[in-house]
């Protein structure tokens, strides 16, 4: 049984500490260059750092994989993250609760928002075809899902939001400079907030850069990470919209 | 509230008669959490009963973003405080949880709790104005003299005038170089300051009489046509749910009657039925004809498509976002126009278009705002970089007339 207290990477053995990294540096290709990309990593606090790979991207620039090991440990038990507290249905199970509790179609919509053009994210969430085994919401009988694409700007969703009087948005965020994502997402709050209809919404996003604590400080309901499937998302928008709004009695349940 | 220890942040809130009070910032770390701990400790010695509560996640050890530490939140023994139980996990103060107050989040449910010792505390789960609108009347319910709301990122709506009476905008050396700052800051500055449609439309009307001959008149978009959005009927206890709907909670004052036109309320009235009557007794008064598009969005109708709006129509009423596509759609009208937004943080003009649009003679004005209660300036950045203190406040202090304070100081 290993000790999940002190856990350390995995490179050939157990607790050897590898770990490897990939970057440029704005130097031309050669001697030198690897020489700055062992001292880059060993600046870092890396030990017994081993470039491995370097190619000469061109323009000046040179691309690099060091290897090196390190002697943190981390205390995998103490470790604690957000999690939504919906417990994840199947399709049949989700649209039999859609007829059961909210009694009519949802409407839910999907974008790509901003600069942003790589959908594969929420093509997997939303076509037909859905991905890895599950349907996308699309073939959902009780959801009618709009998959509005790529670069969609906040205002026009925020418009078709209005328009097909969505109960759900889920905003997709994959590829995005300078962290150009947080404000992007964080204006569509705000929008839907000036507009009055932010409580009447249930607000998703996702992205490999986004998890629910992001998602939250952002204003969101929640937000997924890369690998997660239709019926995730879709379990979580239905509890939601099933559950009373806040309210100042003292009608919830004690924890 | 006892004998107040000496704090300029909190004489100034004082003396500004305000109760309740957001800290927001012109971007991500430019200090809020900084400025939000100086306010409890500053309350804590001056015997203020503070209930406190964060429109993102405060009090964590790193960033979520940049992976930076974090200043810790401390509370003192009696304070309240709103956040997901879970959240609490890393946290020291011993808290005694009163009640729940039905937010849910990835972290747990949002309960209000009192600290029962000094701690450490750490804020999640709070999201959205209508949390913070039920918030605030339960901390004050439950004894709070000031409730405080910490911003989160970039997101302004902590300073929602129904939601506090004062907002503290944070700057610092996070933004860039001096300049950048100052740029940032005056961006900053200039929606939480933007005019009071009180004294704007009287001003407008009367530099537009000369020129019209003819008395000025309005017309009023809704945030929302009355069927765009699905009423609550999927959720359970609707009617109930409504009872705190952002309307009826913070106006205090009943929806106007559509079916009444003469029961004009003075302005604060939202949610269903709000399209009609949005104009104030006194700008009726000033204004010869006021045009209501109840059917219509603001969000997404341009104004030019309003047929029946003549020249005469100069100053526009709109209930949702004001975006750069609502001001290119006043810009080329012919003569100066008023836009009359709901409030600060109901703008949202892009630098371009709103130098564009001011350039043309036309003017933005707000219905309500909260206060400026000053700027907190932080010269130094999560990543090391430093500014010149006394230069930077000196900057900031150029760019406003409120008061600035270093935060680090």
């Given at each position: 049984m290993r000790d999940l207290r002190r856990v350390r990477p995995y490179g050939d053995t157990f607790d050897d500490g590898m770990v490897q990294f990939s970057f440029s540096l704005p130097v031309p290709y050669g001697e030198e260059a690897r020489e700055a990309a062992r001292q880059f990593v060993a600046k870092m606090g890396v030990l017994e750092p081993q470039v491995t790979y370097a190619a000469d991207l061109g323009e000046g620039m040179t691309f690099f994989v060091v290897y090196g090991k390190t002697n943190h440990d981390i205390d995998f038990t103490a470790i604690k993250t957000p999690k939504v507290e919906s417990p994840v249905m199947d399709f049949y199970e989700i649209n039999q609760f859609i007829r059961e509790r909210i009694g009519r179609k949802i409407v839910v919509l999907g974008a790509c928002t901003g600069t942003d053009a790589h959908t594969v994210g929420i093509d997997a969430i939303m076509?037909?075809?859905?991905?890895a085994g599950e349907y996308g919401l699309e073939r959902y009988p009780e959801i009618e899902a709009h998959n509005l694409g790529s670069q969609v700007s906040n205002e026009e969703l925020v418009k078709k939001a209005l328009e097909l009087k969505a109960d759900a948005i889920l905003v997709s965020q994959v590829v995005t400079q300078k962290d150009v994502h947080i404000p992007n997402l964080a204006e569509l709050v705000e929008l839907l907030e000036a507009q009055d209809v932010r409580n009447k919404i249930v607000l998703v996003c996702g992205g490999p850069r986004l998890g629910h604590e992001l998602a939250l400080e952002l204003g969101y309901d929640a937000g997924f990470g890369p690998g997660t499937l239709a019926p995730e998302v879709a379990s979580f928008i239905v509890h939601e919209m099933a559950k009373p709004a806040a309210r100042s009695d003292r009608g919830g349940k004690r924890q | 509230m006892t004998n107040a220890g000496h704090s300029p942040l909190w004489e100034r809130v004082d003396a500004l008669g305000v109760r309740d009070l957001a800290v927001v910032g012109v971007s991500k770390h430019a200090g809020k959490t900084t400025a939000l701990v100086r306010l409890i400790e500053d309350a804590s010695r001056s015997g203020r009963r503070l209930g406190v509560a964060s429109v993102g996640v405060d009090g964590?050890?790193?960033?979520?973003?940049?992976g930076t530490p974090k200043p810790p939140i401390p509370a003192s023994a009696g304070g309240l405080l709103a956040t997901a139980?879970?959240?609490?996990?890393?946290?020291s103060a011993p808290v005694q949880w009163i009640e729940p107050t039905g937010i849910s989040s990835p972290f747990g449910e949002v309960w209000i709790g009192r600290a029962m010792a000094a701690g450490t505390i750490c804020l999640a789960g709070v999201r959205q104005l209508a949390h913070l609108l039920l918030l605030r009347e339960r901390f004050h319910a439950l004894g709070a003299d000031h409730v405080i709301y910490d911003g989160a990122l970039s997101r302004m709506i902590a300073m929602h005038p129904d939601a506090v009476e004062g907002v503290v905008l944070a700057t610092g050396a996070v933004v860039g170089s001096m300049e950048d700052v100052v740029r940032a800051t005056r961006q900053g500055l200039r929606k939480v300051n933007i005019g009071l449609a009180e004294g704007a439309v009287a001003r407008f009307c009367a530099s537009q009489a000369g020129f019209v001959g003819v008395a000025v008149a309005a017309a009023e978009f809704p945030a929302v046509p009355a069927d765009a959005v699905r009423p609550d009927a999927a959720r359970p206890d609707a009617a109930e749910a409504n009872a705190f709907e952002p309307t009826a909670a913070r106006s205090g004052s009943a929806i106007p009657d559509a079916a009444e036109p003469t029961a004009v309320r003075p302005v604060a009235v939202r949610g269903a039925g709000e399209n009609e009557n949005r104009t104030p007794e006194w700008s009726r008064a000033l204004l010869s004809d006021i045009k209501r598009y109840p059917g219509a969005n603001a969000f997404t109708d341009d104004i030019r498509a309003a047929a029946d709006l003549t020249e005469r129509h100069r100053v526009f009423y709109y209930s949702g976002a004001v975006t750069d596509a609502v001001a290119q759609s006043i810009l080329l009208r012919p003569y100066p126009s008023l836009l009359v937004a709901?409030?600060?943080?109901?703008v949202f003009l892009s630098e371009g278009v709103w130098r564009q649009y001011t350039r043309r003679g036309h003017a933005v004005a707000v219905r309500r705002s909260a206060r400026l209660v000053g700027v907190v300036v932080n010269?130094?950045?999560?990543?090391g970089a430093t500014l010149p203190r006394t230069m930077l406040r000196q900057r900031i202090e150029a760019l406003t007339d409120v008061p600035v304070w270093d935060v680090m100081e």
């Open positions: 076509n037909m075809k859905g991905y | 964590e050890r790193v960033d979520s973003v940049l139980v879970g959240a609490m996990k890393e946290a709901e409030s600060p943080v109901h010269p130094v950045s999560p990543s």
